[in-house]
């Protein structure tokens, strides 16, 4: 089991920045596949970006030009660059770890993810 610890969070006006980071001091996050997802109350959780072992990336369409998904393997940490927030993007953020040994490519189905991290939240106003 992966343990993933999120940080990064934070309460910000709209079009501003944050960057979240998501660390394991237990595996080597090069060897799975990555992503964030988010989930605000009474909704279901959602992708917003994601990458594969391959370094191909997928973003959520609304994510687009705004969010960045990378690694820093020598680190062992998965980052998201967050700019140009919005209101609507207001959740909890959490990052997650699939094994792809079957599909190396990037995935922004929670259900594919088995481990995931506590969370962090983030907050915009307007």
């Known amino acids: 089991q992966v343990l993933l610890v999120e940080s990064g969070g934070g309460s910000v006006q709209a079009g501003g920045s944050l960057r979240l980071s998501c660390v394991s001091t237990e595996y080597a996050l090069s060897n799975y596949c990555l992503g964030w997802f988010r989930q605000t109350s009474g909704k279901e959780r959602e992708g917003v970006a994601s990458v594969g072992r391959n370094a191909i990336t997928m973003y959520l369409d609304s994510t687009k030009g705004r969010f960045t998904i990378s690694r820093d393997i020598g680190k062992n940490t998965l980052y998201l660059q967050m700019t140009n927030l919005k209101p609507e993007d207001t959740a909890v953020y959490y990052c997650?770890?699939?094994?792809?040994?079957?599909?190396?490519?990037?995935?922004?189905?929670?259900?594919?993810?088995?481990?995931w991290g506590q969370g962090t939240q983030v907050t915009v106003s307007s």
């Open positions: 997650a770890a699939r094994d792809c040994s079957s599909w190396v490519g990037p995935n922004l189905r929670p259900q594919a993810f088995s481990a």
